[in-house]
Each structure stands twice: as C-alpha cells, then as structure tokens.
C-alpha cells in the first residue's frame, strides 16, 4: 500500500517530498501515515508485527534545520518498537540510509 503526505497539522511542513519519496520505497512492507498533530515532525510506521505491536516509525524532520524542535537534530529518525515500548532510535542524515535501515530492521524479524 503506498501512502502520500495528507496531514494537515504540521504548517509550513516543507519536506513533503522526502515523506511521499519514503512513502513509496517502504510501500512494500505494511506501512501506514502515523503523523499526529502534538508530534514535533511527519513519520511513517512500519509494521513488523502487529499482534506483537512491533514496528518502525520514521520521523521526517523539517529539511530547514530552522524549523526544527530542536535545529542540531537530523533530519531522519528511526525507532525500533516492540511489545509499543520503544527499544532503540537512531538518526540519519540521508533519506537513503534510513530506509536501507529500516529494510534490513524489517527483513530481519520477518525472515
């Protein structure tokens, strides 16, 4: 299922198309738009297993470091879920490196 940018609480958001461009490349996997008005940034939640409630959530930061909660921030970030308690996070700079990240996270609980 592919998914695109609809959230309308985050104004001025100006990295939608790094959102639609993760969207689609994570598309193979049950992935679904988790972004909440109260959240500093977008994400995009990766279902790994969903009667065990473990998945992935990428964050997608302002690309205006500006704009961000917090500008020394990255603009990516990943979260490891399990059992919904947060077990690991980690940042990337590149778009690219967080959806290898989050390909091999994925592949490796499902095989």
């Known amino acids: 299922m592919t998914i695109t940018f609809a959230n ?3 104004i001025g958001y100006d990295n939608v198309k790094a959102f639609n461009i993760a969207a689609e490349q ?3 996997f049950n992935v ?3 972004t909440y ?3 500093s940034c977008p994400s995009i939640l990766v279902w790994i297993n969903e009667g065990t409630e473990t998945y992935l959530q990428l964050f997608i930061d302002y690309k205006n470091p500006e704009l961000r909660e917090e ?3 990255l603009e990516f970030c ?4 399990e059992e919904g308690d947060m077990q690991e996070t980690e940042d990337f700079d590149s778009l690219d490196l967080a959806i290898d990240h989050i ?3 994925t592949l490796s609980f499902i095989n």
Not at 78 to 81: A, E, I, R, S
């Open 8 to 10: 309308n609480t985050h």
């Open 103 to 105: 390909t091999e996270k």
């Open 37 to 39: 008005g109260n959240d």
């Open 78 to 81: 990943v979260t490891l879920y």
């Open 26 to 28: 994570l598309s193979q």
């Open 32 to 34: 679904e738009d988790s």
């Open 71 to 73: 500008e020394e921030m």
